[in-house]
């Protein structure tokens, strides 16, 4: 039983730790953040992570993976609307572009350990 809680622990610090990471990529401006800037960020080629909302609507969603065709960009679903807008400082988003190489580097390599899972690697 004390392995199980503490796996739980671990998970939930560090999803912690991605939602701090990810606030301090907002305030070195290196976030893209919203369906419209994430979309402007892959065409300019200034995207290196993209985090999606679980609850985004289908639509939303489709319209980033348009842009996303044939660029080898990361994807990643990491929780609702409401915590991905709490962790940038802002009202709920479907989506978030990490523009920066290294907290992009960062913030994957964090979330593959298991907190989340990536899509259309």
Not at 55 to 71: H, T
């Amino acid at each position: 039983m004390r392995r199980c809680r503490r796996r739980s622990q671990l998970k939930e610090k560090g999803r912690a730790d991605v939602f701090r990471l990810l606030g301090l990529a907002r305030r070195a401006g290196a976030v893209a953040p919203g369906t419209d800037a994430t979309r402007r960020s892959i065409r300019r080629g200034e995207a290196r992570l993209i985090l999606m909302a679980e609850d985004a609507s289908g639509v939303q969603l489709d319209k980033i993976r348009k842009e996303l065709n044939n660029r080898p960009i990361p994807q990643v679903t990491l929780g609702d609307r409401a915590t991905l807008g709490a962790a940038i400082g802002r009202a709920p988003v479907a989506a978030v572009a990490v523009t920066n190489e290294s907290l992009a580097t960062r913030l994957l390599r964090d979330l593959t350990d298991g907190v989340t899972r990536v899509v259309g690697e």
